[in-house]
């Protein structure tokens, strides 16, 4: 067992929190943000969304299953740092290959455990997301000085760090079915794998990849993958998008609904402490069916931006007419199809006239959730022409 090392979180407000270091040493610094999930902290951690996070989980005890290299979602940690009420010591699953302290710390990731979860979760829920910096092996005033100085998530478009820097192709299972451009704005892997599990040939390109270059690859469909950071310094890419709609179907998820939305003209904002976690409830405008699904964004769009009304105040619980029933846009008419139980977000679009849809959640939901698969099954109806 390693000795006792002593480590700080810091908020950029003020608040001290104090820990013990199972991870790598040094000093680091994200937007300290809160996961209600209770398992899959490898694939949260390895997630490119939450690139300069902190993700501070809420469940009291992880690390007890392990890890294994077949659950990492990227080929490295993209999460800042980590916060844990408890780690667990050792691996308790026939799949386990090593354990997570051992993951920690051979990937340099700077982890904090022993902390106060329960009052950290609180007072970011209070206060909002904010930056702070974790500290192994420093001074507490060097650890504040760090908070203080860390940037805002605000304006930062961390995407165009952790796109691939080249295109590749990943060739379906079984019978090609079609062909697929993903357009990599930080896309997990098993996203790749819900494409190609269902005969698609998927092409992934980089996060300013023009219209052009991608229509010249000849695609069934373009899909816009999940990533991290702001959409809205995402100029490019959102105008990629909006020369894109009316002419292949468009399928978009987390920051890819958000730079749909965009490219619709509807602005986005900022969530007050976003949502994290595999047990959020949503439903489907349509039919009202509620299904629970995995988040990891701290924006959102707001149609009420393109309408000519102001929205309803909120009044207890959520109702279907927080969002407008429709908008029009240079596009045609664009329409709200899911909504969050917890908060009324809006979590899905669809463009009537433009064959295109997205939603703010994870269907591909690694490790789960499952609820919301078929949303892949209804990108390839709509590239069939269904």
């Known amino acids: 067992m390693s000795p006792r090392r002593d480590a700080l979180l810091v908020t950029a407000d003020g608040a001290v929190f104090r820990g013990r270091s199972v991870g790598a040493e040094g000093v680091v610094t994200g937007e300290a943000v809160f996961t209600t999930s209770m398992t899959g902290y490898q694939e949260i951690l390895t997630d490119p969304s939450y690139t300069g996070q ?17 659950d990492d979602q990227a080929s490295r940690p993209a999460a800042a740092g980590m916060v844990v009420r408890s780690l667990s010591r050792t691996a308790s699953s026939h799949r386990a290959q090593g354990t997570l302290a051992d993951y920690l710390r051979e ?35 060097d650890v504040a000085a760090a908070a203080a100085e860390a940037p805002p998530m605000t304006g930062r478009d961390l995407a165009s760090t952790v796109t691939t820097a080249q295109p590749y192709r990943v060739e379906p299972e079984g019978t090609a079915l079609g062909r697929v451009v993903a357009i990599d704005f930080g896309m997990k892997r098993d996203i790749v794998a819900s494409l190609v599990r269902r005969g698609l040939t998927v092409d992934v390109v980089p996060a300013h990849t023009s219209a052009d270059e991608i229509l010249a ?6 899909f816009l993958s999940n990533g991290p950071g702001d959409p809205e310094p995402l100029t490019g890419p959102v ?126 939901a690694a490790p789960g959730p499952h609820d919301a698969q078929g949303l892949f099954d209804e990108f390839v109806s709509l590239m069939e022409g269904g």
């Open 217 to 222: 690859r000849r695609p069934d469909g373009v």
């Open 107 to 141: 990937r340099g990731l700077v982890a904090v455990a022993d902390v106060d979860t329960r009052r950290l979760t609180r007072h970011l829920r209070a206060r909002g997301a904010m930056p702070v910096a974790l500290g192994v092996g420093a001074d507490e005033a």
């Open 239 to 364: 105008a990629t998008v909006r020369a894109l709609l009316g002419r292949v179907p468009i399928f978009g998820i987390c920051l890819g609904h958000q730079i749909l939305g965009l490219a619709v003209g509807a602005r986005t904002y900022k969530l007050r402490f976003g949502h994290h976690g595999g047990n959020h409830p949503v439903r489907r405008l349509g039919d009202r069916q509620v299904t629970i699904t995995s988040h990891n964004h701290g924006f959102a769009v707001d149609l009420w931006s393109l309408a000519s009304t102001t929205p309803p105040a909120r009044r207890g619980l959520v109702t279907d007419d927080l969002h407008p029933p429709s908008v029009e846009t240079d596009v045609g008419t664009v329409v709200p199809t899911h909504v969050d139980l917890d908060d009324g977000t809006l979590e899905g679009l669809r463009c009537l006239d433009a064959r295109a849809f997205s939603v703010q959640y994870h269907p591909e």
């Open 54 to 70: 902190v993700v501070v989980f809420t469940v009291p005890h992880v690390g007890n299953y392990g890890v294994n290299p077949e």
